[in-house]
């Protein structure tokens, strides 16, 4: 079985796209969240995870999942252009019998870098969006935190990130604004500022880049060119479809091509916040932000 590919990024960073994107030009499947409980029976445990808690169990649970042996419709969620209970067994029956998969991508296993490059020598694709733009996008995405609650994401970061004694040194300085995070937007910004800092870490150690959500709106056929060399494609071989029409077209959403979206270049980073936050909820994330001198979000925050 070849080294798979990973896509990790936090919640509604555009792992999704992005997955889409690496799917349709290297041809095949990147599952859909193993970890999530609909196929993982130990997702709470895993969810923010090292991976090194987890170990043997962990590693057969991905392999087996690489291997086709849980063709639960779930993993396929990125690539079924319909809700999931209304496409047909025989046609999802036919994409897991007729596709090859290629990897997966995850949103709560950005600390597993290290367990993910070891055991399964994995190809990893780390993803980061501005923390205004993701916070915004949770706040109409009512039903995110629905699979534990929000209370129970908040504990189990807790303790599988910012008390885990592998990251114990690396997070000491910024322990106290992580104590004291008492609002839902505080909390949240937190969990951001946590994961980005340490995977951020851990890419150095190994040599990884990091991929930028709003670089893919700004220069989107550079920055997939640079992607689909980066995992092994042909980054010669584009077409506009692979990156702005998303296979899961439940999502609502054409990349790139509304009106909107298309004047990134012109309007900034806040189109994706601007009347979603207000200005005292963007200092909070702000305040947040800098206090974990998060250097490649820094200079966006100084203004």
């Known amino acids: 079985m070849s080294p798979p590919i990973v896509v990790l990024s936090f919640g509604r960073s555009g792992s999704t796209w992005v997955s889409d994107i690496i799917s349709k030009n ?52 990125n690539h079924l252009f319909n809700p999931l209970e209304s496409v047909s067994q025989a046609y999802v029956d036919m994409v897991w019998e007729e596709s090859r998969v290629l990897g997966f991508k995850e949103i709560r296993a950005n600390m597993m870098i290290d367990w993910l490059i070891e055991r399964l020598h994995a190809r990893i694709v780390y993803l980061v969006r501005h923390p205004a733009a993701v916070i915004a996008s949770l706040r109409r995405r009512r039903n995110f935190w629905n699979e534990f609650g929000f209370e129970t994401h908040w504990r189990l970061f807790l303790q599988h ?98 009106s909107s979206e298309s004047d990134f270049a012109a309007r900034g980073w806040a189109i994706f916040w601007e009347d979603i936050l207000a200005p005292d909820e963007l200092a909070e994330i702000k305040r947040i932000l800098l206090a974990f001198d998060l250097e490649d979000y820094r200079a966006l925050f100084r203004a």
């Not at 599952?31 to 995870?49: G, I, K």
């Not at 090292?50 to 962990?58: M, S, T």
């Open 161 to 258: 990130v910012a008390a885990h004694a592998r990251y114990g040194e690396a997070l000491a300085p910024y322990r106290p604004i992580i104590d004291q995070a008492r609002t839902r937007i505080q909390r949240e910004a937190v969990m951001w500022a946590a994961s980005h800092k340490l995977a951020s870490l851990a890419l150095a150690r190994h040599g990884l880049p990091i991929f930028y959500y709003e670089d893919f709106y700004a220069f989107p056929f550079p920055t997939t060119r640079k992607l689909i060399a980066y995992v092994g494609g042909d980054p010669a071989a584009l077409h506009p479809a692979h990156i702005f029409v998303p296979s899961m077209t439940t999502i609502r959403t054409v990349h790139g091509l509304t």
């Open 26 to 77: 290297l041809g095949g499947l990147l599952l859909f969240e193993p970890l999530h409980p609909e196929t993982c029976p130990f997702a709470q445990e895993a969810c923010y995870s090292d991976g090194y808690e987890l170990g043997d169990r962990l590693e057969a649970f991905f392999r087996h999942i690489m291997a086709k042996g849980d063709r639960h419709r779930w993993l396929l969620r």
